[in-house]
Structure formats: structure tokens, C-alpha cells
């Protein structure tokens, strides 16, 4: 019997043992399981990181300066274009000033600007290797007279003879007996030549002598609208009730006559760059003058889009 008792006392110590051991063993799992739970390493998917910095990456943003100058003819759509640009890109600042076509297109070859404006064709001598040209709208060239005048049409010919000085008083061409008085542009203006080109002024001996010179479309204006015998030429979109814009040729000045080519008076507007030294910021604002939304603004502001 003290035998029996020795054996059963022997095995419940091993089964009691064997017990202990495995209740020990599980604990070691879940605290290991624990710490597995509660540590980032062992919570991040593998790769989780790499992909997460690939998709939140950001473009690029445009930053830096624009130097336009040129053509005041595109001041007005040009203007609008800036404006919204940079308030999508605040980083972007755009400067432009208006020194006529000539001048931003030798501002460009010299590379004093990023981008030439020009509201005439390029001549032979500046289509120069690496120059790109973009045409972002085109316009007409108005003959503007006093409101007060009674004359309505004129031919390219009579604007050639009163411009050269051949015809010097309005009762020649239909009109008052009064002495015309000639209003014209500064030499770099690209309306200017344009407009001597077209109507073939120096076949009939050049611009006259006395002619009043100023710069730019908006002093031609003023000084037509002050001076009832006046007469001179701007960019449609510098016609309103202050002058009267007469017909050339018998054909209106209108958009659709001007971009169609029946109007005698019409023109490109251009961009001109280096395209080897475009910058992003200058590239993206050649695209955005000709998207939806930049051509809106130009038919907003007078002009005539491309399309």
C-alpha cells in the first residue's frame, strides 16, 4: 500500500510539472504575441512606405519671372492673360511692357526678354535659327476718324495718298473741306508695319513728314477722338463711342472679315522665343494663351481667336 501511495504521489508531481511548463510556455507566446501587436514595425505592410511616398509626391510647381515686351497692339488681351496666370501660379510673376513689335523681337534675339511679342509677320532678317513663333490670335487693323466725320469707307489707295501726303484735305475723298490731319505710330511700332505694308505706303513715297508721331494704340486714339479732322489706325479692340472705325476697301472691319482675310487690314499676333532657353514656366504660359481659357480672353478683349 506505501508502495501504491509513493507511485500516485510521483505521478501527480510530473503531471503537476508538465502542467506548470506548458502554462509557462503559453504565457512566453502571448507576451511575445503582445509585443509583436504593439510594435510599428511589425504593424507597417511591407513596401507600404515606398508606395506611400511615390503617390503623395507632388508636382512640380512653376515659379520664377516672365519678361515680355513688344507689340502694345496685344496689351489688352495679353494684360487679362497675365493677370489670370498668375493667380493660378502665385509663383509666377510676369512682366510686360509694351515698346512696340520691333523692339520685343530684337529684345528676344539679344535675349533681354523670355518672350518677343509682335502684331506683324516676322521680316527675313529676324527668322533666325532657335527663334519660335506662335501665333495666339489675330486682329484687324482699324482706320479710326473722328466720330464727327461724315466719311464711312476709304480705299487702301486713298489711305496711301493721304498718309503719304498726296491727299491733304478731306473733300478729296468725299468728306468736309478740311485739312486731314495725319496721326501715325513711332518707327517700332509692328502696327505701323503693318498697316504701311498693307496699304503699300512706300510705293506712294513714305510716311509724310508732318505727320503727328506717338506711341502707342491708346495716344492714336486720343488724339483721333480730339480733333475732328483727324485720322489714323489702331488695333480693333482701341475702337469705342470716343472714335468711329470706317470701312476699307467697302468691307467692315469686323473679327470674322478680319480672320477670313476679306478685311484688307488684318494681322497676326505673335509670341517669339528662343526655344532653347524657354524655361517650364515660360512654356506653360505659351500653352495656357492658347487653351479655352486663354482664348477667351482674347475674343473677351477684342482680339480674334485661332480657332
Request: aromatic share 6%; hydrophobic share 35%; proline share 4%.
Amino acid at each position: 500500500m506505501m508502495k501504491l501511495r509513493k507511485v500516485l504521489v510521483a505521478v501527480l508531481t510530473i503531471a503537476m510539472i508538465a502542467a506548470l511548463s506548458g502554462c509557462g510556455k503559453q504565457d512566453n507566446t502571448t507576451t511575445d504575441n503582445e509585443e509583436t501587436t504593439s510594435s510599428p514595425e511589425a504593424t507597417a505592410t511591407p513596401g507600404t512606405e515606398e508606395t506611400a511616398d511615390t503617390t503623395e509626391s507632388p508636382a512640380q510647381d512653376l515659379s520664377g519671372t516672365i519678361t515680355i515686351t513688344g507689340s502694345t497692339s496685344v496689351e489688352k488681351p495679353l494684360t487679362a492673360m497675365i493677370d489670370e496666370f498668375m493667380a493660378l501660379n502665385p509663383d509666377v510673376t510676369i512682366n510686360y511692357t509694351g515698346t512696340g513689335s520691333s523692339a520685343g523681337i530684337a529684345d528676344t534675339l539679344a535675349g533681354a526678354n523670355d518672350i518677343g511679342t509682335s502684331s506683324r509677320t516676322l521680316k527675313s532678317e529676324e527668322e533666325v535659327d532657335g527663334l519660335k513663333e506662335v501665333v495666339f490670335a489675330y486682329d484687324g487693323i482699324a482706320v479710326a476718324v473722328n466720330p464727327a466725320n461724315p466719311i464711312t469707307d476709304i480705299s487702301t489707295e486713298d489711305l496711301a495718298k493721304i498718309f503719304s501726303g498726296q491727299i491733304t484735305n478731306w473733300s478729296e475723298v468725299g468728306g468736309n473741306d478740311a485739312s486731314i490731319v495725319v496721326v501715325s505710330r513711332e518707327g517700332a511700332s509692328g502696327t505701323r508695319d503693318a498697316f504701311e505694308e498693307l496699304i503699300k505706303l512706300e510705293d506712294a513715297g513714305g510716311l509724310l513728314e508732318d505727320a503727328t508721331v506717338v506711341e502707342g494704340n491708346g495716344n492714336v486714339q486720343t488724339s483721333v477722338a480730339g480733333n475732328e479732322n483727324a485720322i489714323g489706325y489702331v488695333s480693333f479692340s482701341f475702337i469705342d463711342e470716343t472714335v468711329k472705325s470706317i470701312n476699307v476697301d467697302g468691307v467692315e472691319g469686323t473679327p470674322e472679315n478680319a480672320k477670313s482675310g476679306v478685311y484688307p487690314l488684318s494681322r497676326p499676333f505673335l509670341f517669339v522665343y528662343m526655344e532653347d532657353k524657354a524655361t517650364p514656366a515660360v512654356q506653360a504660359f505659351i500653352d495656357f494663351s492658347l487653351s479655352e481659357e486663354g482664348q477667351g480672353f482674347v475674343e473677351e478683349n477684342g482680339g480674334i481667336r485661332i480657332d
